[in-house]
């Protein structure tokens, strides 16, 4: 059975820092990422790594203050964010698949979800 349990999330002043983490079990994943869902918008991507090599990517509202990681030996991934800002408030969701794709930005690069932690940043 596969699962994708994320933890981490929280309330957090504007200019603070979090980390989320995503234990991943049941099946052997290549690509994992991050996604955000603010309320009355679309998710979006904020980044993603490759569990074998660990090529990363990041949506550049993000870039320098994000950074995603992941523990081969505990088979979690990571999203640290730094600088956080009122924008940044969201429901976050971790994504894996069992292959690398041409755009893992995209939602439909992911065949698993997990089931959301909410980022609430105070300005």
């Known amino acids: 059975q596969v699962q994708l349990l994320e933890s981490g999330g929280g309330l957090v002043q504007a200019g603070g820092s979090l980390r989320l983490s995503c234990a991943a079990s049941?099946?052997?994943?290549?690509?994992m990422g991050w996604f955000r869902q603010a309320p009355g918008r679309e998710r979006e991507f904020v980044a993603a790594i490759r569990w074998t090599g660990g090529n990363t990517y990041y949506v550049d509202s993000v870039k320098g203050r994000f950074t995603i990681s992941r523990d081969n030996a505990k088979n979690t991934v990571y999203l640290q964010m730094n600088s956080l800002k009122p924008e940044d408030t969201a429901v976050y969701y971790c994504?894996?698949?069992?292959?690398?794709?041409?755009?893992?930005?995209?939602?439909?690069?992911?065949?698993?979800w997990g089931q959301g932690t909410q980022v609430t940043v105070s300005s």
């Open positions: 994504a894996a698949d069992v292959v690398w794709g041409p755009r893992p930005s995209s939602e439909r690069a992911y065949d698993y």
């Open positions: 049941g099946r052997t994943f290549v690509t």
